[in-house]
């Protein structure tokens, strides 16, 4: 059995404008989502203001996404729709988009192609 | 040359001077020297302001009146300079003079003292002496406690040096013994036998602007230089150097211990890698020894100059905070997250301040920056470093009082011999002699809390076994159970040929599946897999199974019983989920799917598309989609877990789904195989189905 290393979580918080000029948090995942990640997750999540509305999850340096891992961004995005939030999501590859397709992510957020088109993507 | 702002390696350097100074100031009261200074009181010297010693077969110190001055000028090398307007500076111990490091008596106070408080860089000794007696060569034994380097002038000549002066700001080294002998030529000046021959020493110091904050009263000579024969001053040297030595070697025994300690630390860390205690340990000892290391070789060799000493603070913070982290893991704090944030942070600042005043305002060398802001914040983080211990402490004897006695002791031990002013306070002498050995207060602290660690990680050791193999029992329990559960393979249905395999990974995982019949001669397909592992993932297949064989007496449909499966399992998840895919199939080939988050099945080769929603458990009042299908006689459906897709190489290479796909028409073992090969991960569990009838042969 060959168990890969596993790197560290990081979230990065940033801000972007949509197109109205609402802010958007834009929350920027780097390294393994697994069961540890829950703090780090968690703790980016809560760096965004309680009044952005708009989210961006990028995904385009994460590794690795376990199922341990799903369960965490699928607890996110339960919060981020549980407080009226949107979220768009870019930066995932294939087999982990279909793996969010297969899970019914995309029925909280939206998978686009890169960051610019994600934040266009927002409509109110 | 003093520590750089630490108690430890000071109280070391001193301990070893204090040894020396005693044995300076024995040779200088042999019989010998003693009748040697009276010879000297009668002799008859033409010049006032010189030193008249008879000498024997022994050493003098040489007290003075020595002339002194601040600057530097070659010229003042010169044995004809005339220094009669210099100040006259006596080496003799003022008495009650105390040593403000250790309390020891007989120190002479530095330059600082003596009417230049704030002088740093240069300033030269000179002294000019008239030898009568043996006409040997002569040797000056130089005191070991000095600010910092010097170079030996005699008659105008260069005898050597203590330090490096062949660059622009010389290298200076903690103070060693060192003896220069003077030249033959010198001897040789004796005009007649019994005459007194004139000598004109002349020392130049450098001191570095830092010393002026590590001592109250740094500057230059703080014992007097010894002049003899060089037959005695040699033998007084190697017995200064084996003093130096023997006293230094003791410490050899906690570095050895710490490092027998740390590597077993680390061992146990390869061994229960779940136990992050070890390796904090083991950091602590290993950082502890190098540090202990840098600090001996700085003082017994002159490896380590001023220029590198202030790694020795770097790395001080380094072992403050290895023993922080260990200590906060032991003591099991991890849910207080602001403490490990609070060293982290203090950790990192200190070590920042120190690389800032190094590199960009020469601390030790600028003696602006030696006293300005940089240096004020960096002993401020400092203290609040000291102070974290203590917070552990409280917070750690509350939390495990049963395990914390003993380490409790350890810390404090560990407290006290990093910062031993507490001792000097409670009048407990830092420095103390056994069978005539020099002991240092600090070394059996240190011997004692790094014997008490081994014990420590004895005892943590034998504990986490016990746990590890109660965990172990309750794992073996689970895995049991979940077997019991799962259905046993190969199963037979009439009109359907039905093949499984389960492939647990390490641990007991989360993966479950269930084969059963209807009431209409056709079967119920239930495949999933609950998100983490272990115990609880167990315990949450069993619950699945238990209200799958519920449901499944309803005759409900796919859709129906995955709703159901859902709103029993909400808010039982902590945070976790089930995905699962349900298949009801009708003797007659009908096919009914839903699917809540898992990986669709394949038919012949080709995915199923099946619409797919929310895993179970997550939210409540979901309507799973259900949609029909027809299986053909003699077509095969292939069901399986993550595991497949999942599996990952060694490059961290998913198979993914497109060689699932394609896996997907082997047979199940050669599906299971062919991903265990390439790097399971998971749990892997493959149902595979075939409905019998007259089409195309279909193997499993």
């Known amino acids: ?59 385009s340096k994460v590794e690795y996404l376990n199922s341990s891992g799903i369960a965490l961004v699928i607890e996110l995005l339960m919060a981020a729709n549980k407080a009226d939030r949107k979220v768009q999501s870019f930066g995932l590859s294939p087999h982990f988009q279909k793996v969010f397709i297969m899970v019914g992510l995309n029925k909280y957020t939206h998978l686009q192609a890169d960051e610019a088109t994600a934040c266009a993507a927002f409509v109110d | 040359m003093t520590a750089n702002g630490n108690v430890f390696c000071t109280h070391l350097r001193k301990a070893g001077i204090y040894v020396l100074t005693l044995l300076a100031w024995t040779a200088a009261i042999t019989p010998g020297a003693s009748a040697q200074t009276r010879t000297v009181a009668s002799a008859s010297v033409p010049a006032s302001n010189a030193l008249h010693i008879t000498l024997g077969q022994a050493i003098v110190p040489l007290t003075g009146p020595w002339k002194f001055h601040t600057g530097d000028n070659p010229r003042w090398a010169d044995a004809n300079f005339n220094d009669e307007d210099w100040q006259t500076m006596d080496l003799t111990p003022p008495a009650g003079s105390v040593d403000p490091g250790l309390g020891t008596s007989g120190y002479i106070p530095g330059w600082t003292a003596k009417g230049h408080p704030e002088a740093v860089g240069y300033a030269w000794y000179r002294l000019r002496v008239y030898v009568s007696g043996d006409s040997g060569q002569l040797a ?48 040789d000046e004796t005009a007649a036998p019994g005459a007194a021959r004139e000598i004109v020493l002349a020392l130049r110091f450098y001191m570095k602007p830092a010393d002026l904050i590590e001592d109250p009263t740094p500057g230059g000579l703080h014992g007097p230089p010894q002049l003899g024969s060089a037959v005695v001053a040699q033998a007084y040297y190697t017995l200064q150097r084996s003093v130096l030595a023997r006293t230094y070697n003791l410490y050899s025994i906690p570095i050895l211990v710490f490092l027998l300690a740390g590597l077993a630390a680390l061992t146990l860390y390869m061994l229960d890698r779940r136990d992050r205690v070890f390796l904090w340990l083991g950091a602590a000892a290993l950082s502890n020894v190098l540090y202990m290391t840098f600090t001996l070789s700085a003082i017994l060799t002159t490896l380590i100059s001023d220029r590198l000493i202030i790694l020795r603070p770097l790395l001080l913070t380094l072992v403050l905070w290895a023993w922080l982290m260990a200590w906060y893991v032991w003591f099991d704090l991890g849910q207080m997250r602001w403490l490990r944030r609070l060293i982290y942070s203090l950790a990192a600042l200190q070590m920042a301040l120190q690389i800032i005043q190094a590199m960009f305002f ?67 002498p830092l420095i103390w002699f056994a069978f005539g050995v020099q002991i240092s207060t600090r070394l059996v602290l240190e011997l004692v809390v790094s014997l008490w660690l081994l014990l420590l990680l004895i005892l943590r050791f034998q504990l986490s076994q016990q746990v590890q193999q109660q965990l172990q029992n309750e794992m073996h329990q689970a895995q049991q159970i979940q077997q019991t559960l799962l259905p046993e393979a190969p199963a037979t249905l009439p009109g359907f040929h039905i093949e499984s395999m389960y492939r647990p990974a390490a641990e007991v995982g989360g993966d479950f599946f269930q084969i059963l019949p209807s009431t209409d001669g056709g079967l119920l397909v239930v495949i999933g897999d609950v998100s983490g592992k272990g115990l609880r993932a167990a315990m949450l297949v069993s619950l699945i199974i238990g209200t799958l064989r519920t449901l499944a007496e309803q005759d409900l449909s796919p859709g129906k019983l995955l709703e159901g499966l859902n709103r029993r399992l909400h808010k039982r998840m902590e945070g976790g989920f089930a995905t699962c895919v349900c298949a009801r199939i009708t003797p007659d080939g009908k096919m009914t799917l839903a699917n809540a988050g898992h990986l669709a099945p394949y038919l012949d080769g080709v995915e199923v598309e099946v619409p797919t929603d929310l895993p179970m458990g997550i939210i409540t009042g979901i309507d799973y989609e259900e949609r029909s299908y027809v299986v053909p006689p003699g077509s095969r459906l292939v069901f399986m877990t993550d595991g497949i897709v999942e599996a990952r190489n060694k490059n961290g290479e998913l198979y993914g789904f497109d060689r699932t796909a394609i896996l997907a028409r082997e047979t199940i073992a050669e599906i299971v195989r062919t991903a265990q090969h390439f790097g399971q991960e998971d749990d892997i569990t493959v149902v595979g189905l075939i409905r019998e009838g007259s089409s195309a042969p279909a193997h499993i």
């Open chain 1, 1 to 59: 059995m060959t168990m890969q290393p596993q790197l560290i979580t990081r979230v990065h918080v940033d801000q972007a404008k949509a197109g109205d000029g609402s802010p958007i948090g834009v929350l920027r995942f780097s390294g393994d989502i697994t069961s540890t990640s829950r703090d780090v997750l968690f703790g980016g999540y809560a760096e965004v203001p309680a009044t952005t509305r708009k989210l961006v999850f990028d995904f």
């Open chain 2, 362 to 428: 020469g601390r030790g060398m600028n003696p602006a920056a030696s006293f300005g802001p940089w240096d004020i914040a960096s002993r401020a983080v400092n203290l609040l470093l000291g102070l974290v211990p203590l917070i552990i402490l409280y917070y750690g004897w509350r939390q495990r009082k049963r395990e914390g006695k003993w380490a409790a002791f350890a810390l404090i031990l560990f407290l006290l011999a990093l910062f031993p002013r507490p001792l000097v306070w409670l009048h407990i």
């Open chain 2, 140 to 187: 000056l034994l130089m005191p070991i406690d000095v600010d910092d380097g010097y170079q030996v002038y005699c008659n105008g000549h260069l005898l050597g040096a203590f330090g490096d002066f062949s660059v622009q700001r010389p290298r200076t080294y903690y103070g060693q013994p060192m003896i220069f002998r003077l030249p033959l030529a010198t001897a």
